[in-house]
């Protein structure tokens, strides 16, 4: 899903899983372009040539980047900044993420956030990806299945991880000369468990 903000919301949405080559558990070898398995949960490994987005996806996301916004939310179903643990997420297809941090860059688009899920734990990420700002993850996950793993690496976390039911929150404040985004994750009781507050400027806005 891919929403562009200019003040209101506009929503296009596309699904990563329709064209994803799936490697099963340890699988390092290269996936046929047409094999559609069913992705186990605890695939690992890095698979170099296999692919996430099909290239009419590319080409849709490109023309989407390029268009006038002031932040632009990109959900994925999995993680997109996250590197370390051994679950699902697009490091798993480096090329894939590569190319995804370049097409932003080349598109000079201001202000992406990530928005993720499917971990069962709720955590904020951040890095450095090349395109002039920092690009954050917020991951939230799950409502009513939270994760029993502890102590999982994560060397882009910019928070603590939060493993009870939860949900995400992106909430913008444009009544500020330098408008404030603010990313959280609450509780199923609304209260925050995670939040982080950042200037629209620090999204690479004028």
């Known amino acids: 899903m891919y929403v562009a903000v200019r003040r209101e919301c506009s929503c296009d949405r596309f699904d990563f899983r329709a064209t994803r080559d799936c490697p099963r558990v340890g699988d390092h070898r290269e996936v046929p372009p047409n094999d559609r398995n069913v992705l186990d949960e605890h ?51 480096p090329r894939e993420r590569a190319r995804l941090y370049k097409l932003i860059g080349q598109a000079k688009a201001n202000g992406v956030i990530f928005i993720s899920g499917d971990r069962h734990l709720a955590e904020l990420s951040r890095m450095d990806g090349g395109v002039g700002y920092p690009l954050y993850d917020l991951t939230s996950s799950a409502l009513n299945n939270p994760s029993g793993w502890y102590n999982e690496i994560n060397r882009h976390r910019w928070s603590r991880a939060y493993r009870e039911p939860n949900f995400g929150l992106i909430t913008i404040d444009w009544d500020q000369a330098d408008p404030r985004v603010t990313l959280e994750i609450r509780k199923v009781d609304g209260k925050p468990a995670i939040r982080h507050s950042l200037a629209l400027s620090g999204l690479g806005g004028e």
């Open 43 to 93: 695939t690992i490994g890095l698979v170099s040539d296999a692919t996430i987005l099909g290239e009419q996806q590319w080409t849709w996301l490109g023309k989407q980047l390029r268009q006038p916004a002031e932040i632009r939310i990109i959900a994925s179903s999995i993680q997109v900044v996250a590197e370390d643990h051994r679950f699902e997420k697009w490091m798993n297809h």
